[in-house]
Nanobody
Framework: QLQLVESGGGLVQSGGSLRLSCEAS????????IGWFRQVAGKEREEVSC????????YYSDSAKGRFTISRDKDKNLVHLEMNNLKPEDTAVYYC?????????????????WGRGTQVTVSS
């Protein structure tokens, strides 16, 4: 079992920045690509970004490209999502998830492990 715990959400004004963190623990065999999804109430959960096991390959959704950066600290089992130039449409609950693909979009139904989520609210 892989446990994922998110932190770093909050309220920020449009144009601002937030850094989300995901701490992973549990079975090392499950230590794989880790990514971020987000969900707005009433809508499907969508992938935002994914980073592979060695931190070299990264995937970004179109909405995240150029504004978000995903990174991982393998020594500390942490994955970060740096979000800049935030927009009101980025408002959602953000979930840490595994596995995912750092090469192409990954569906939420293919995720085995989820964190509990952290709320990000961007005011206009």
């Amino acid at each position: 079992q892989l446990q994922l715990v998110e932190s770093g959400g909050g309220l920020v004004q449009s144009g601002g920045s937030l850094r989300l963190s995901c701490e992973a623990s549990g079975a090392t065999l499950d230590w794989d690509a880790i990514g971020w999804f987000r969900q707005v109430a009433g809508k499907e959960r969508e992938e935002v970004s994914c980073i592979n096991a060695d931190g070299v390959s990264r995937y970004y959704s179109d909405s995240a490209k150029g504004r978000f950066t995903i990174s991982r600290d393998k020594d500390k089992n942490l994955v970060h999502l740096e979000m800049n130039n935030l927009k009101p449409e980025d408002t959602a609950v953000y979930y840490c998830a595994s596995p995912c693909s750092s090469w192409y979009p990954w569906g939420a139904s293919e995720v085995d492990y989820w964190g509990r989520g952290t709320q990000v609210t961007v005011s206009s």
